[in-house]
């Protein structure tokens, strides 16, 4: 507020904050004050819609890495969780209602969604049609989670294909154990180094680092790694060394680690860990060397 004049703020799907005037109408800034403002409110003002941008860009890079782990692992919540936390949570609402959920019967990776839904501005849930469903998500039974497009059948991942166009991944070459179609391509240093919150590690033994790696879970159970190479590499230590271009190489698929598995292959995989090893190379090579 600025005296009399008072101002509303709301967030967009990004957690970006919105400013409205009193009528509605969205305002790119917020104004300067006039003669007829009371000046000391318009300052205070001022002072916390700043603060509101800068925590709010800070939380938007949180959460949006949140829920990507969550789809990349695909970990299922109650609807008791899933309720309070996400759909009705003041501010993780704006990112769970542009989202598509799942509700499951169980938590299992493989078992694909009983329902498919997401969230209308009043916490209703919709189809793909946006039409309402008969469905009470809050006291439901089974669990929450996002709905991964390799657990829709043709016409449901069209119809959904707006919302899922960042997870399109095709997969690799089944019948092996370690794919070159990512060999060559440059990309930066810095990128290799921030894949933490995605799953990939670099702590792969020794100072000097030439690897990521993730865990992989077989549908059987078996435990496995996916392993991207790259050149020159980086010391494990902080600093800038490294955070030039490097060269991808293999991915491989291992029991130990480094070799490729011997009895096992990228097509025993199921189709949601599959896409999800696929994606973050995918990603590194389509931002290359920036």
Do not use: C, N
Not at 41 to 49: F, L, N, T, V
Not at 166 to 182: C, H, K, M, S, V
Not at 244 to 260: F, K, M, N, P, V
Request: glycine share 10%; aromatic share 8%.
């Amino acid at each position: 507020t600025f005296g009399e004049r008072r101002f509303r703020v709301g967030f967009d799907e990004k957690l970006k904050p919105l400013l409205r005037d009193a009528e509605g109408r969205r305002l790119a800034a917020l104004p300067r004050p006039t003669k007829a403002d009371d000046p000391e409110s318009a300052k205070a003002a001022s002072r916390h819609w700043a603060a509101l941008r800068k925590d709010a860009e800070a939380a938007a890079g949180l959460q949006v890495t949140r829920l990507e782990a969550m789809l990349a692992s695909q970990r299922r919540v109650a609807p008791g969780v899933f309720w309070p936390f996400f759909a009705a949570h003041p501010l993780i609402r704006h990112l769970a209602g542009r989202l598509v959920w799942g509700l499951y019967p169980d938590g299992a990776p493989a078992t694909p969604p009983g329902h498919v839904f997401r969230l209308a501005e009043d916490l209703s849930p919709t189809d793909a049609a946006d039409d309402a469903l008969a469905l009470d998500v809050a006291a439901a039974e089974g669990v929450v989670g996002l709905v991964h497009p390799q657990h829709l059948d043709p016409a449901a991942l069209a119809a959904w294909s707006g919302l899922f166009a960042d997870y399109e991944i095709a997969q690799p070459e089944r019948g092996g154990a370690e794919t070159l179609r990512f060999d060559g391509i440059r990309v930066g240093g810095r990128r290799l180094r921030g894949l933490r919150p995605q799953g990939w590690s670099t702590d792969t033994g020794g100072e000097h680092v030439h690897a990521v790696q993730r865990p992989v879970a077989l549908p059987d159970g078996t435990r496995l790694v996916a392993v991207l190479r790259f050149e020159d590499g980086f010391w494990h230590r902080p600093g800038p060394e490294g955070d030039g271009i490097q060269t991808l190489r293999t991915l491989t698929l291992s029991e130990t680690g480094w070799r490729a598995a011997a009895t096992h292959r990228f097509g025993d995989r199921d189709p949601v860990t599959a896409s999800e090893v696929l994606r973050t190379p995918s990603l590194l090579a389509a931002a290359g060397d920036a």
